[in-house]
């Protein structure tokens, strides 16, 4: 035991004393390999047996530290074998990793690009067919604030990719989901029937129904985005930092979506402080959401 010991001071002696700038760099790159490599593996089945294999090397780190001569023998000798047949058994794999390696981040870029028009296209349509049939709609669109309180608190999670029809869908009147709110969440509906806080603003005009109220209160307590179809009138409306802009076209509408997910393709998800939209006034109706 005691030369186990000695083994494990030597060890960590070795780490705080020995290394030079240039192990600091090639400790760097490793774990920036081995971080790619679990990127890249993440979601499939190759993460399993990835972890698998980071627990036999622990173990036979170990096991040499220790003296367990059988032990280490056998754990080495899966080590060395076994690396074959990871590279037969996942091939597939391995062959889309380097796929992903070798693709020029241009190409990257375009694709990102494409998906985020793609993504203000169909909310879009969504807002507009809903608006012409008079249908009430409220989305919110989570920021830097999150709104994990929200979805947790109430609502059904959903995690799914955003698209027109599944949108029509939640909010088509007389089905499970159709009361409250949407959250998005980057590219994807993270929840709806969300139950959102109404905004107690005395001055907010009568004529304005529970969902305007509720797509406020948000608005006021986080820097979400929301965007509100009245069942009505079927206007579309925009609050945003306590703010009702109401009114909006189709060219509004996709202005605002592609400020969101067009401003930094590096973070989708950052939204850029531009002035703040003028509250317009006007009346449509106590609609509910």
């Not at 993504?119 to 807002?127: A, F, G, K, P, Y």
């Not at 993270?190 to 948000?218: F, M």
Request: charged share 25%; hydrophobic share 45%.
């Amino acid at each position: 035991m005691t030369g186990f010991w000695d083994q494990i001071q030597t060890f960590f002696w070795n780490i705080i004393h020995r290394p030079t700038w240039v192990d600091y760099i090639d400790i760097a790159i490793l774990a920036f390999l081995i971080y790619q490599l679990v990127v890249l593996t993440r979601q499939t089945r190759a993460i399993q047996v990835l972890k698998g294999l980071a627990v036999i090397i622990v173990a036979s780190y170990i096991s040499e530290l220790a003296g367990l001569t059988a032990l280490n023998w056998l754990l080495r000798s899966i080590l060395n074998n076994g690396v074959i047949v990871l590279l037969i058994l996942f091939q597939p794999e391995l062959r889309r990793a380097l796929e992903q390696i070798g693709r020029s981040a241009k190409l990257e870029r375009s694709s990102l690009r494409g998906e985020s028009e793609r993504i203000v296209d169909e909310i879009t349509q969504c807002l507009l067919r809903l608006s012409r049939r008079r249908v009430g709609a409220l989305i919110v669109f989570e920021q830097r604030t999150g709104l994990k309180d929200i979805t947790e608190r109430s609502g059904t999670e959903l995690d799914a990719a955003i698209s027109a029809p599944l949108l029509e869908n939640i909010f088509e009147p007389n089905t499970p989901l159709h009361d409250g709110a949407v959250i998005i969440r980057g590219q994807r509906i993270v929840s709806a029937a969300c139950v959102l806080t109404l905004s107690e603003n005395s001055s907010i005009s009568r004529d304005l129904g529970t969902r305007h109220r509720a797509a406020l209160g948000v608005s006021e307590n986080t820097d979400a985005l929301v965007l509100v179809v009245s069942e009505e009138t079927g206007i579309i409306s925009m609050a945003r930092e306590g703010k009702l802009t109401r009114h909006l076209d189709a060219e509004g509408i996709r202005k605002l979506l592609r400020e969101i997910y067009h401003e930094d393709h590096s973070r989708i998800w950052r939204w850029a402080h531009r002035t703040r939209p003028a509250a317009r006034k006007g009346g449509d109706g106590n609609d509910e959401p």
